[in-house]
């Protein structure tokens, strides 16, 4: 649903902020409740012609006055979907053949810990960014080995498993679960004994077998907030619990009128009081918020928070970065941007301060509605633009 709540339960306090601040900066430096809502309000919309099933487009809906060019992060240009070939003489996959093969042998590695074999599957002049969170990006395969190593050190037992594997050529896209003990030191913290895992999304590109960019879609805050590296607001997110199965392998040609759905879906978030919704998602749409841990089930739910959000954001927009679809999926990457003018709770005034937060989102498509979604996003970024969270020194 291309959306980023994570302020709705934010407690804050000067001890909080400055061990927030100091915990990113140490990231940086080792790593390489809303009014109800009327029903009637809510209007189905006028259905637009699907978008042709060989290109995944902008969402065609006008958007509403936007920031500043200078505030907003410039959209890269749509993806079209990929081809695949085959396997090299080697017999490694070439850009998207056997990308679950690709996966499971990235993750086999992984969880041997056999540092060697996780960066052999990396391309020389690889980088890895982990999207909205203040820390630099990861070069090289050394880098790549150096950046593991810290994580085992902190996590002995940590081990990867993915739920979904998206093949659209050129790039390869992964719904995983990370999960660890933290029975070692990590981020300066001794170790708590404590388990800890998120929800990851991780979008590679491949060249020739090896994985030439990785982009990771991640809640960092959650697990730091497990382990006690940052103070929780609440009760820490719950770990989840990984697959135990062979993940679901989806590629292929887009089923028709799959992207016109997840459109439809956007315009209805941007419009007042989401006119258009009930026709866009079905009534028992259910979407896993990663950002805040839990789950939004039924269109009311949904609707509800949506609008909460809506009524502290105004000037709200939706740009989709890069867009790929296979079958009855559309995985996007997009940019929100909004004006905080309204207060969220008590203790959370408007700042009348521009954002723009970078989010990750898996959407199944069914009868021409999204039936549920998945999004993936880290807090940090907004509440840094908040003012709520000091944005970390990087280190040397």
């Avoid at 029975?183 to 491949?206: F, H, P, Q, S, W």
């Avoid at 887009?254 to 978030?269: I, K, L, N, T, Y």
Wanted: aromatic share 6%; glycine share 8%.
């Amino acid at each position: 649903m291309f959306r980023t709540r994570a302020v709705n339960r934010v407690t804050c306090c000067a001890t909080t902020l400055a061990v927030a601040a100091a915990a990113l900066g140490a990231c940086s430096r080792e790593r390489p409740a809303p009014a109800p809502i009327d029903p009637g309000a809510i209007v189905a919309p006028t259905v637009p012609p699907p978008a042709p099933a060989t290109q995944v487009l902008a969402p065609a809906v006008p958007a509403p006055e936007a920031p500043s060019a200078s505030a907003v992060p410039a959209a890269a240009s749509l993806a079209s979907i990929g081809t695949p070939t085959g396997l090299d003489a080697a017999g490694l996959p070439t850009p998207a053949t056997d990308a679950a093969g690709l996966v499971q042998a990235l993750h086999a590695a992984f969880n041997a810990h056999d540092f060697k074999s996780v960066a052999a599957r990396y391309a020389e002049t690889v980088t890895l960014e982990t999207v909205g969170v203040p820390m630099p990006a990861v070069h090289g395969r050394t880098g790549i080995e150096a950046m593991w190593k810290v994580t085992f050190a902190g996590f002995s037992d940590a081990r990867v498993a993915a739920r979904r594997v998206f093949d659209f050529g050129a790039v390869v896209v992964v719904q995983e679960v990370f999960t660890g003990t933290h029975d070692g030191t990590y981020l300066g913290k001794a170790a708590t004994r404590k388990r800890a895992g998120i929800e990851i999304l991780r979008v590679l590109n491949v060249d020739a077998g090896h994985i030439t960019r990785v982009r990771e879609y991640q809640n960092l805050t959650a697990l730091l907030a497990q382990i006690g590296v940052l103070p929780a607001s609440g009760t820490p997110q719950p770990v989840p619990a990984p697959p135990t199965g062979p993940p679901e392998v989806v590629t292929g040609p887009p089923a028709p009128g799959v992207v016109a759905a997840v459109q439809r879906v956007v315009a209805a978030m941007m419009a007042p009081q989401l006119r258009g919704l009930p026709g866009a998602v079905s009534a028992e749409f259910a979407y896993h918020d990663f950002v805040e841990g839990r789950d939004y089930l039924g269109l009311e739910e949904n609707a509800k928070s949506l609008l909460a959000w809506r009524a502290a954001f105004a000037d709200f927009a939706i740009v989709a970065e890069e867009q790929w679809a296979a079958g009855p999926w559309v995985v996007t990457l997009s940019v929100v941007t909004a004006k905080h003018s309204g207060d969220l709770g008590a203790r959370l005034k408007a700042t009348g301060k521009v954002v723009a937060t970078h989010s990750a989102d898996v959407a199944h498509v069914a009868d021409d509605r999204q039936t549920e979604g998945w999004g993936y996003a880290d807090p940090a970024e907004l509440l840094i633009q908040l003012g709520l969270l000091p944005a970390p020194v990087p280190g040397p």
